[in-house]
Nanobody
Framework: QVQLVESGGGLVQPGGSLRLSCASS????????IAWYRQAPGKQRELVAT???????DYTGSVRGRFTISRDNARNTAYLQMNSLKPEDTAVYYC???????WGQGTQVTVSS
C-alpha cells in the first residue's frame, strides 16, 4: 500500500525554523519525484517545492532562499527545511508523490508570536 506520512510541524515564532519529514512506503522512492504543498485557511493548495529522483529542486518564489527540499533515498524520506519563517507560511503542509497519485495527511505549521 502506498503511504506518505508527514511530520515535524508545530508552532514557531517568526524567524524560527522547522524541518518537515515525509516518510514513504510502497513506492520506488529513489526514482520518484516528491512535491511539498501547503494550504492556508481560505486559500487554494499551493505548490511549495519539488525534487526529482536525481535531486534537482525547484521552489515557488515566496520560499526561495528560505526553504530547502531534500531527500534521503536510503530512508525513503523527503524533507523540507524551513528557515526564517514568516506568519504567511502558516498552513497545513502536504507531501505528494505524483506518479502514485498519493498525498499524505498533512502537518500543521503555525508561525505566530
Amino acid at each position: 500500500q502506498v503511504q506518505l506520512v508527514e511530520s515535524g510541524g508545530g508552532l514557531v515564532q517568526p524567524g524560527g525554523s522547522l524541518r518537515l519529514s515525509c516518510a514513504s512506503s510502497g513506492i520506488i522512492f529513489r526514482i520518484t519525484p516528491i512535491a511539498w504543498y501547503r494550504q492556508a485557511p481560505g486559500k487554494q493548495r499551493e505548490l511549495v517545492a519539488t525534487i526529482t529522483g536525481g535531486g534537482s529542486a525547484d521552489y515557488t518564489g515566496s520560499v526561495r532562499g528560505r526553504f530547502t527540499i531534500s531527500r534521503d533515498n536510503a530512508r525513503n524520506t523527503a524533507y523540507l527545511q524551513m528557515n526564517s519563517l514568516k506568519p504567511e507560511d502558516t498552513a497545513v503542509y502536504y507531501c505528494n508523490a505524483p506518479p502514485y497519485h498519493t498525498w499524505g495527511q498533512g502537518t500543521q505549521v503555525t508561525v505566530s508570536s
